[in-house]
């Protein structure tokens, strides 16, 4: 299964509106299988 990333996921992860959001993103990230996922254009 292919996963898609909203852009907002990847703001989350690098700070953008507080350490919660972005430790909530990070760890979401940390569970997808590279492989899998997709940035879409």
């Keep these: 299964m292919r996963i898609a990333l909203d852009t907002n996921i990847l703001a989350y ?5 507080g350490a ?3 430790e909530a993103a990070l760890s979401m990230l ?6 899998e996922t997709i ?3």
């Design 13 to 17: 992860a690098e700070g953008v509106n």
């Design 20 to 22: 919660v959001r972005a």
């Design 30 to 35: 940390s569970r997808l299988a590279e492989i």
């Design 39 to 41: 940035v879409p254009a």
